[in-house]
């Protein structure tokens, strides 16, 4: 009817106007025929005409950075496989030569048998994100006991949660450059006090799962053996 057909193009605009606003751009593989649909944010996103040809999945692994390609295509392929959804940050590369970076997201969908018959993503830019993190971090560096960081799911197929981003001033504070614990994570927890541990990695768990804010205090030893108080949040 006239009636059905408006509410479906309205829910359309709706959408639309969401993804514009949240600089996101979906997807979806139909794994039995191979046919990749996107929205039409993804090509702006990408800079592509959507007058064009369109996007498939062989031109998105050329529109992401040679360091991101092979991480994205393990995860799409272990979500084919086994049906585990994956996140993670990739940078996106333009044809006019600009890039920004971006939080690519899969799931698989099941049909009545259980069988996965699609995989359906989304692609969302992070540039402002990464922007405000980088002036925090600035802003952290600059005083005498702050410190940003960052914990989010990788590509780890097993969904853990790892330190992505810490500030230099942990440095000052612990003794522990930043690499050392976005490398490895356990370079941090290990300095924290036993009895802390399992009450922070709760609080980020109900963080993860409920969007909770995580505001734990923990005891965490230095190198040279002192103990602090840190407020994590």
Not at 140 to 159: C, F, K, Q, W
Request: aromatic share 6%; charged share 25%.
């Amino acid at each position: 009817t006239l009636q059905s057909h408006q509410a479906m193009q309205k829910s359309y605009e709706d959408l639309r106007q969401a993804e514009k606003l949240a600089r996101i751009g979906s997807w979806t593989l139909d794994l039995s025929t191979g046919q990749f649909a996107c929205s039409d944010m993804l090509y702006e996103l990408n800079g592509v005409d959507p007058e064009g040809p369109p996007l498939t999945v062989e031109n998105l692994k050329d529109l992401i950075a040679p360091d991101s390609v092979g991480m994205m295509v393990g995860a799409l392929e272990h979500c084919v496989q086994t049906g585990k959804s994956y996140a993670m940050e990739v940078t996106h590369m333009r044809p006019d030569g600009s890039t920004f970076p971006a939080i690519v997201r899969g799931e698989a969908v099941r049909n009545d048998e259980e069988k996965i018959v699609f995989i359906t993503g989304t692609v969302q830019d992070i540039s402002e994100r990464i922007e405000v993190r980088e002036r925090l971090a600035t802003l952290a560096d600059n005083l005498p006991s702050g410190v940003i960081y960052r914990i989010e799911e990788t590509s780890d197929h097993d969904r853990t949660l790892n330190v992505t981003y810490v500030s230099a001033g942990i440095h000052r504070l612990i003794g522990v450059n930043a690499h050392e614990i976005v490398h490895n994570r356990a370079n941090f927890v290990r300095r924290i006090v036993k009895e802390d541990r399992i009450p922070f990695a709760k609080a980020l768990i109900r963080s993860r799962f409920s969007g909770e804010p995580v505001d734990k205090i923990v005891r965490v030893g230095t190198r040279e053996g002192k103990i602090l108080w840190m407020q994590m949040r």
